[in-house]
């Protein structure tokens, strides 16, 4: 399988959550390779400030839907299709996060979390298929978190997600070979974005976090797009159902309560 020879200016690529932190860097870096990009995210507003940003005129198209609604997920389908006629690319990347103990989980927000960082994902992947097909394959790439590979109290659901998402990636990937559509997932260590200062509200706690990463800073939104860039392009093509951390090195040394 080698998805290279469609050079970046004919490649399209769906980037779902793409308002802001990876998305918005994602998208950022897809258009300065030259390809055209679709972006969604739940609200107006912020998708007008996105396509603001990233200034590419028709070769950026913003779209609204949540991605805890399948029929916007098959809404967003049509509308690409109508645009574009084929993705080459999909990078499922809209997530939300909650941090509490676990008796503190109600079903509300085991409901909001498992929507769209589960639910979402898959469904993504799955009205994006005809338009990969379309494309004669393509690349998807889906936003796990390193929250997956180590015990992080107040994490219960946020990482059974992700988790969700590291099998949904092999699985994926072993199903859709044959129709040379490669399945990766990432998952991103600290990554001060939006959602990392909602989670971490006060600046005197980034320090400590700070100190749990080898490589001594935290992470950037284009750390992480410059990995799933490569994930997304040809230069990736014999890589499929395999999870890539982009951490600074914190997994491995991050005091593990599971090993
Ligand atoms: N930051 C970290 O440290 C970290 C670490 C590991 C993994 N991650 C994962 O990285 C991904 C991106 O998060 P981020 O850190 O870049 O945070 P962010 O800046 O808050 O971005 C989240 C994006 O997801 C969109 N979104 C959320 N729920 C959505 C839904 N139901 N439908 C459509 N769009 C939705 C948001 O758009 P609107 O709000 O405009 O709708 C926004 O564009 C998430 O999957 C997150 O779990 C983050």
């Given amino acids: ?37 679709v972006v969604t995210g739940r609200d107006d507003a912020r998708l ?14 913003a779209v609204r839907a949540d991605a805890a609604v399948p029929a916007d997920l098959a809404r967003l389908a049509d509308t690409v299709r109508e645009r574009y006629g084929k993705l080459d690319g999909v990078f499922a990347n809209a997530g ?7 008796e503190e989980v109600t ?12 639910k979402g994902v898959l469904f993504t992947v799955r009205h994006a298929l005809p338009l990969l097909d379309a494309a004669g ?11 997956q ?14 988790a969700g998402v590291r099998s949904l990636a092999r699985t994926l990937g072993s199903e859709l070979a044959g129709r040379r559509i490669r399945v990766n997932s990432v998952s991103p260590g600290y990554i ?13 706690d980034h320090e400590p976090i700070r100190g749990h990463v080898p490589l001594g800073r935290l992470g950037t939104a284009e750390d992480v797009a410059e990995t799933v860039a490569f994930l997304l392009s040809d230069r990736s093509s014999y890589i499929t159902a395999q999870d890539i951390v982009i951490d600074g090195g914190l997994v491995p040394a991050f005091p593990s309560l599971t090993g």
């Fill in 107 to 118: 079903e509300d927000e085991f409901d909001r979390i498992t929507g769209t960082n589960l």
């Fill in 192 to 204: 001060v974005t939006e959602m990392f200062h909602r989670a971490v509200p006060d600046p005197a």
């Fill in 48 to 61: 007008d400030r996105a396509a603001r940003l990233l200034d590419a005129g028709d070769r950026l198209l």
């Fill in 137 to 147: 394959g393509g690349s998807v790439v889906l936003n796990a978190s390193w929250t």
């Fill in 1 to 37: 399988m080698n998805t290279d020879r469609t050079p970046a200016a004919d490649r399209t690529v769906l980037v779902t959550g793409g308002t802001s932190g990876m998305g918005l860097a994602t998208a950022r870096r897809l258009l300065a390779d030259g390809s055209r990009v």
């Fill in 96 to 102: 939300v996060a909650g941090f509490r103990p676990l």
């Fill in 149 to 162: 590979h180590r015990g992080l109290p107040g994490a219960a659901v946020y990482a059974a997600t992700k």
